[in-house]
């Protein structure tokens, strides 16, 4: 049973880790990102530059510090990909979700194509550092430090988030603008700025998913395909734009996920899964949690 609790919790973070820049980009902005698994792979990819660069211009002494590098950066080099996107693409695109989908989808396959051109198409491996290796032992269950980094991981990200949108400026800026777009602009703050931030922060947290994917296994193009699907599940069930149920539905799909495939088996469970979603959605259309807003639609 700790095992299957564990596995359920794990698999929980990973989604909403992964859900995280959805429920922004997403829920805050209105905007269909496609591309969204392609900017995972984008960070998944740069751990992967990063620890070439430490193999072989760094005394093997130091290599570890490899991945304490490379989580950051992963965010940076996401979010600056995902402001070029919100420049060039999606600024045109606000209002209109099957346009966004559409382009976005076509950046996503251009993303894709890049890194085979650049990497290849079979997947490559990432060296998990020393220090993630092996496990924690608790009542004869090993629990995998990789899968305690990546919760841990989560929790500090989701705090920061949390910290960011309600005790911060820009991140009352952010809310305000989520609720009320015209109101905001009436009091002066510049809406243009606010997207471009908004944008830039969602996709650097498919950066951050894109760094911990590494430590589960081999990385390739099509690695951020296998969780989008799940990740917008999440979204949709905790309540679009509400980040405390995004941490719900990720919890929730994740132990759901987890238990129907330990009494059936993978392809079955995940069927069952999007079972429940249906059925709640139907009880519920506008998930776990709604947003409170005073505009008019």
């Known amino acids: 049973m700790i095992v299957q609790l564990f ?25 269909i990102n496609m591309a969204h698994g392609e900017l995972i792979m984008v960070g998944a990819y740069a751990t992967y530059v990063v620890q070439l660069l430490f193999s072989q211009y760094v005394p093997p002494a130091f290599f570890d510090l490899y991945f304490l590098l490379a989580v950051p950066l ?97 991140g009352r800026k952010i809310r305000g603008v989520m609720q009320n777009r015209s109101m905001a602009t009436c009091l002066g703050i510049s809406t243009r700025k606010v997207d471009v931030m908004t944008f830039a922060i969602g996709s650097g947290c498919a950066g951050l998913a894109g760094a911990a994917l590494t430590l589960l296994g081999p990385i390739g193009p099509t690695i951020g395909t296998y969780y989008i699907v799940d990740a917008f599940m ?48 139907q009880w519920r259309p506008q998930g776990l949690f709604s947003l409170p807003t005073r505009s008019l639609d």
Not at 7 to 31: E, P
Request: hydrophobic content about 55%; overall charge positive.
């Open 234 to 281: 999440v979204v949709v069930v905790g309540g679009v734009g509400m980040l405390v149920g995004t941490v719900a539905g990720a919890l929730g799909i994740g132990m759901f996920n987890t238990l129907f495939e330990y009494w059936t088996n993978a392809s079955l469970g995940k069927v069952l899964v999007f079972a429940c979603i249906i059925l709640f959605l």
């Open 74 to 170: 992963s965010f940076v080099i996401s979010a600056f990909i995902g402001t070029l996107m919100e420049l060039t693409v999606i600024r045109h695109l606000y209002g209109r979700p099957l346009d966004s989908l559409l382009a976005t989808f076509g950046v996503g396959l251009i993303l894709q194509q890049t890194a085979r051109t650049i990497f290849g198409a079979p997947n490559v491996g990432v060296q998990s550092p020393s220090f993630l290796r092996g496990g924690l032992e608790i009542a004869g269950v090993t629990l995998p430090f990789s899968r305690l980094f990546i919760i841990t991981l989560v929790l500090v990200s989701f705090c920061l988030l949390a910290w960011f949108f309600y005790k911060t400026r820009n």
């Open 7 to 31: 596995n359920g919790i794990s698999l929980g973070s990973i989604l909403l880790l992964i859900a995280l820049g959805l429920a922004i980009t997403f829920g805050m902005m209105r905007v």
